[in-house]
């Protein structure tokens, strides 16, 4: 902040693009790394993108029993369940430094302490 507590709108400018910038490699690392969830001790494992989008899923066929689809069904939700919280916790690792560093910009009411209308 220059003297007098008037902003520096370049340096504000300047941290806001290098902030983005960023973010959209930590977005793009994420939609480019995969996670894995498993249910059943390893018969049901899901691979879901850092993003959390379902890639792929593998059904060991020791669980298929046609009698008891409901089981085999657990399973699968389980092991999505478990990839999605483990992509919840890289997309924590990878944006949350990045996301964290907004609210210390922001300040109180605006961008570094600059009062904005609505903020």
Do not use: C
């Not at 919280?85 to 890289?90: R, T, V």
């Amino acid at each position: 902040m220059q003297p007098g507590g008037a902003p520096n709108m370049q340096a504000i400018l300047q941290q806001a693009q290098k902030m983005q910038e960023q973010l959209l490699a930590a977005q793009q690392e994420l939609a480019e790394a995969e996670v894995t969830g498993t249910a059943g001790g390893g018969l049901v494992t899901a691979t879901v993108s850092g993003s959390a989008e379902l890639k792929s899923l593998s059904i060991d066929p020791k669980v298929v029993d046609p009698d008891d689809t409901e089981t085999l069904a657990d399973l699968i939700v389980a092991a999505v369940r478990d990839a999605s919280n483990n992509a919840q916790k890289l997309q924590a690792d990878k944006m949350g430094p990045l996301t964290g560093g907004l609210g210390g910009m922001m300040g109180e009411g605006g961008l570094g302490g600059l009062q904005l209308p609505g903020m």
